[in-house]
């Protein structure tokens, strides 16, 4: 039986500014993203009824970004903050608006700016703070700063229980770098090969600097709509048919590994049954990668391959162009941009409307993750060009 949600919504347009070294206030690029995916939606400003709001680590854009807007009358309107979930999980309050009639037509935006002249991408922390706690209060004291080096942790272990290997790591990383240069939007679109991923500096093993996202200036908003109403408009609809979310976090207790077995593991199978589909009938993947190691543990986790198995799943050649699972067409978050789940989004539409003209892959059915914290947050959409 068909899952009542699958298939209600669509999403209808797209809008993604310039993105890099853009020094522009956060606002106002979420601004521009508003009206460059009603404009590609064939929409009007009053067509607009809900707005959901996600910002970056500069908090940049909050609920005022509605005046700024000149959007006078909505339904639906709130700032969520699931890092990089996020915008899987807007889609999917969309998607149940939409179906449900708090709502007729929902923009989803994030926009960050994190990047200030005269100042090294580097130098921009992504550290967030939680509640104290007796031994996070040592994690500074032996470097441990942000994501980064919890990540590296997590890629060390996964290494250190089934062999996964730097050379299994690097193919992520390049297998990305070939979409990008056929993406005229990515940053990084030059050639990339083992020795070029070896020659480049260590940030934290057994990551290199090319195993870790980009940072980026910019915003992307999409709207969502009813699927009956985005077929009469300007772009193909490309339908959400599957979604859902999985949370968890790390206990310190000795059996929970969620570095290993992620949060991707609990929302996947269910977004995948709403979809009424099988891991084998999946045509791409859209994988939210800030990190080498995000994409092989994501895909473990959504059943591509089994536990331990990635490395050698990626390695195969399985994510790049003529593979059997094409990965990050973009170029994602390592060499196109990095708009936290945005990025991941916003080429599953493109894709999902068959428009990645050189670089366009197989979109019966694309899954698409989103990733907060460190392998904390998660959600799964399941995208299609085809209704249910």
């Given at each position: 039986m068909k899952h009542p949600m699958s298939s209600a919504a669509a999403i209808t347009g797209l809008g993604i500014t310039e993105m890099g070294r853009v020094y522009r206030d956060a606002e106002d690029l979420a601004a521009e993203a508003v009206f460059l995916a009603l404009e590609d939606g064939g929409l009007q400003k009053s067509d607009l009824d809900g707005l959901l709001?996600?910002?970056?680590?500069?908090?940049?854009?909050g609920?005022?970004?509605h005046m700024t807007l000149g959007l006078k009358q909505l339904n639906l309107l709130t700032y969520m903050q699931g890092y990089g979930s996020s915008a899987g999980q807007m889609?999917?309050?969309?998607?149940?608006?939409?179906a449900n009639g708090l709502a007729t037509t929902v923009c989803c935006v994030f926009a960050d700016s994190p990047l200030k002249e005269n100042q090294r991408s580097g130098a921009v922390s992504y550290a967030r703070s939680g509640p104290p706690n007796a031994m996070a209060s040592l994690d500074p004291l032996y470097g441990i700063v942000g994501a980064l080096p919890r990540y590296a942790m997590a890629a060390q272990r996964h290494m250190d229980l089934f062999g996964t290997t730097q050379e299994q790591l690097a193919a992520v990383a390049i297998s990305q770098r070939q979409w990008a240069a056929m993406n005229p939007r990515a940053s990084k679109r030059e050639p990339l090969d083992?020795?070029?991923?070896?020659a480049s500096p260590w940030v934290v093993e057994p990551f290199h600097v090319l195993d870790c996202c980009l940072v980026s200036n910019g915003a992307v908003a999409v709207i969502v709509t009813s699927a009956e109403r985005a077929r009469d408009l300007k772009q193909p609809p490309v339908y959400i048919r599957g979604f859902a979310q999985g949370h968890n976090h790390d206990?310190?207790?000795a059996d929970h590994d969620p570095?290993?077995?992620t949060a991707g593991a609990l929302s996947a199978p269910r977004a995948l049954a709403m979809a009424g589909a099988k891991v084998s009938d999946v045509s791409q993947c859209q994988i939210y990668d800030c990190y080498t190691y995000t994409v092989i543990v994501t895909l473990e986790d959504y059943g591509f391959c089994e536990k331990g198995e990635g490395g050698s799943?990626?390695?195969?050649?399985?994510?790049g162009p003529g593979g059997a699972l094409p990965t990050n067409t973009g170029g994602g978050e390592l060499s196109s941009f990095y708009m936290w789940g945005m990025t991941p989004v916003s080429e599953a539409v493109i894709q999902g409307r068959g428009q990645g003209g050189e670089r366009q892959a197989p979109n019966d059915l694309i899954m698409v993750s989103g990733n907060g914290g460190v392998l904390a947050y998660h959600s799964t959409l399941v995208l299609s060009p085809k209704a249910a």
């Open positions: 709001i996600n910002a970056g680590i500069g908090e940049g854009v609920v005022p970004l889609i999917q309050y969309a998607a149940m608006a939409v083992l020795d070029g991923y070896n206990t310190g207790q570095y290993i077995h799943f990626v390695a195969d050649g399985h994510l």
